[in-house]
């Protein structure tokens, strides 16, 4: 594999950095040399030349990329205090069911009306994508995440109850700002 497609497979392997080159916003010469020590690229010459090399081969990358862009989502959020993340046992999975509906169901997992945590709902034009937005807004501002899901037009995130308040905020900001792959 040459060193242009190694590098184009290490910022593919690092989405913050192919963010940034969509967005325009990468010190090329700085991310090289960190991808020389953080992906191993360019062990085989001069340390200099390599470096210039992988700056190179982002500068052209970048240009194959489309722009950083973010849409709007349309979506509902709103939170729902006492919520806790409960065992699900196979055989009991119907009561749990008829005793009132989890919010989010993974696995042997639940996410119940009953508990000291906070859940965010948002409904309306919410994916994967939005998911990952609102995970990465929440990580930023240091909110905890004990579970979270998206399915059929809902997204919920659980966390604890006194970050309610700020996830909100950060969902609501996210959602405004939904990174989309470009055209």
Do not use: C, K
């Amino acid at each position: 594999m040459s060193l242009a497609a190694e590098t184009r497979e290490a910022a593919r392997a690092r989405p913050f950095v192919l963010d940034a080159l969509r967005a325009g916003v990468l010190n090329h010469s700085a991310a090289a040399a960190w991808l020389v020590d953080e992906a191993g690229l360019g062990g085989d010459g001069d340390g200099d030349a390599d470096t210039d090399a992988i700056a190179t081969a982002l500068r052209r990358f970048r240009e194959e990329l489309p722009d950083y862009a973010t849409a709007d989502r349309a979506a509902s959020v709103s939170m729902q205090s006492g919520v806790g993340i409960a065992e699900v046992e196979a055989e009991a999975e119907d009561a749990a069911v008829t005793e009132g509906d989890p919010l989010l169901r993974v696995g042997g997992a639940a996410v119940v009306p009953e508990g000291r945590d906070t859940a965010l709902l948002a409904t309306g034009a919410v994916d994967a994508a939005a998911l990952a937005a609102v995970l990465r807004r929440l990580a930023a501002a240091g909110v905890a995440v004990e579970a979270a899901g998206v399915t059929g037009g809902t997204l919920v995130v659980v966390v604890g109850r006194r970050d309610g308040a700020t996830a909100v905020r950060a969902a609501e900001a996210a959602l405004a700002a939904v990174p989309t792959e470009g055209e």
